[in-house]
C-alpha cells in the first residue's frame, strides 16, 4: 500500500490504449467503496469514453491534453440534494446487512435532514456533498495505481460546460467536483517533492 501511495504521479500524457470494461468497472466500484457523510453516498461518477463526450470535455477544459489524449474521463459529480432525495435504500442496506442497528436507521433519515438544513442555511450544502466526491476520487487514483494505470485530478474547467457534456445542464442541484483521466501513461514524471513534514503534520494544535 505504502508504495502505490507513494508511486503515484499526476500524469498529463496518456497512451490511447483502451482501459478493459472489466477493469473500469471494478476501479468505480472500488470508488464507491469511499466512505460518506451518514453514508448517503452525495457523488456519482459519470465514466466518459466515446469520442463525442471526450471532445466536450476537451473543450471544457481548455484545451488542456488529458481529455484529448486518455481513453476515459470520470466526472466525479457532488450530489448537494442528495439529503432531500429518498435515500431509504442505504438505510434499508445498512439495517439488512446487520450494521446498523433498527434504532440508529429509523433515526438516521431525520439526523441527516436536520445536519443538511443546518448545513444549508449556512451555504454549506455544496461544500460537504464535495467532500463525499473527492475522497471518493482519492480512492479511484489509488486503485488505479494499483492496477498500473495513471490518472490526474483535473481543476480548470467550466462548470457549465463541464455539466452539459454529461446531460446535467441547468441542475444546481448537481456540482462538478474534480475531472480526473484514467488510462495508460504515455510519460515517467518525477516525484514533484512535498513540503517538509514539520510545515504541514502538527501534534496536538495547529502549527507546532
Ligand atoms: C484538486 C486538484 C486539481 C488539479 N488540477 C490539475 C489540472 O487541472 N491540470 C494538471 O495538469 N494537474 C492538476 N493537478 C495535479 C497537481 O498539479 C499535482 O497533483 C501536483 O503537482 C503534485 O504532483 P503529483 O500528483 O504527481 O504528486 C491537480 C491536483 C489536484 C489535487
Sequence with gaps: MARVIRSRRSIRHYRPDPVAAPLLRELTDLALEAPSS???Q???IVTVTGEEGL???TEATGGQPHPQEAPVMLVFV???GAWREDRGDVWDVARGRGAWSERFAAASPDD???FHEDLRS???DREYAVKDAMIAASFLMIAAEAAGLATSPMNGWSEDEVKKA???AGRDDLHIALLMPLGH???DRLHPGRRDRALSCFSETYGR
Design 38 to 40: 451518514f453514508n448517503l
Design 42 to 44: 452525495a457523488r456519482s
Design 55 to 57: 471532445r466536450a470535455l
Design 78 to 80: 457532488a450530489e448537494s
Design 112 to 114: 441527516a435532514r436536520l
Design 122 to 124: 449556512r451555504g454549506l
Design 166 to 168: 454529461i446531460g446535467v
Design 185 to 187: 501513461p504515455a510519460e
